[in-house]
């Protein structure tokens, strides 16, 4: 079976909870599984000197309103938490966490807390909102809490991140494709056609 | 007939060109025709707190890689100019002082600077090469000298550019259909569907 597919994504990124809804489907119609890997812009944007999308004038007004007009066009609910951007370091690193023990419940946790946040505007920054959406999946919020101060959890993160960076990745969501990036959830399609043709 | 689409792009922007391209038969499937506005990015970064792609690390490589694979593509020939970005004041004052005179001749300016910048890695920055252009569609070489001097085409390049930042032009290419902005060369898609469905 061919490689899975990258999918760099920030908890905290519209465009990331965008693209999640279809990666899944899109790749499996090539054979292909998706390897979700949550980063943090954070760290990133001091790299790149870059800033969220709503501290840049008019940009982020268009942002705003592109990111309502997306979630009509997929029709999948759309609604921006308070505080926007928010840390999405908790979430992150439980989902390592989760990898960790079983990929395939770190991938329900990732859905889950796109949902919570982007689904329904929930706020998940703090451990405890990041262990509620782990405990909707079935996995004990004690649990979730304590791994959230484990120093192991804190580096996979970290490494994660800083693994990210040095392949280029500066953006949310970044899709790799046997090492060709696409970024932006408006590039689904040329992810499909490069998929679907092995490149061009 | 419909109201025109507004496409707004910077002669120093690869993702416009692109974009110029396949606008107008875009634009002429749907019964539609298009009003080509060029602006500088450079006033506009300095209210939006950017910069040229290039400059943000990471994102400056992905960019030139996305370039290439744009030109494949869209198979239409792709060169990167020396400088670049380049300041585009030159291409986009005789754009607006040919529009004064005769609106299809800017047009086919328009796709000339473009092709002579991007399609062949033209450096068209100068007065004197700017005129070159023009003189390629048949514009007197002097004439288009003299109207670089004007205070009047001066003037209406500014006012056009205010204009865009009042709009909330933040980028290029940055394309209207009846007020709906869409922001890219990855766009062309959705600029497509909201012609035919009128909007989702």
Redesign the interface.
């Known amino acids: 079976m061919a490689a899975p597919i990258d999918f760099y994504f920030d908890f905290s990124s519209p465009y990331g909870y965008f693209a999640s809804v279809k990666i899944d489907e899109l790749a499996a119609r090539h054979g292909r599984q998706v390897n979700w890997r949550p980063i943090l812009l954070g760290p990133?944007f001091k790299?790149?000197?870059?800033t969220p999308l709503l501290?840049?004038?008019?940009?982020g007004?268009?942002a705003t309103?592109?990111w309502e007009?997306y979630g009509?066009?997929f029709k999948v609910p759309y609604k921006r938490p308070t505080p926007f951007p928010f840390l999405a370091v908790n979430a992150s690193r439980l989902f390592y966490w989760l990898q960790g023990r079983d990929p395939a419940l770190a991938h329900r946790y990732a859905q889950a807390a796109y949902h919570a946040a982007f689904g329904e505007g929930k706020d998940i920054t703090s451990a405890e909102a990041s262990a509620d959406v782990a405990q909707t999946i079935g996995v004990a919020r004690t649990e979730a809490l304590a791994a959230l101060n484990d120093a192991a959890v804190k580096d996979k993160l970290r490494q994660e991140v800083d693994a990210a960076?040095q392949r280029?990745?500066?953006?949310s969501p970044l899709i790799y494709v046997d090492n060709e990036?696409f970024?932006?959830a408006?590039?689904l399609?040329?992810v499909e056609r490069w998929l679907k043709t092995g490149g061009?």
């Open positions: 990133i790299v790149t000197n870059s501290n840049f004038p008019l940009k007004d268009y309103r592109d007009r009509r066009l960076i280029g990745v500066f953006g990036p970024w932006g408006d590039r399609d040329q061009w």
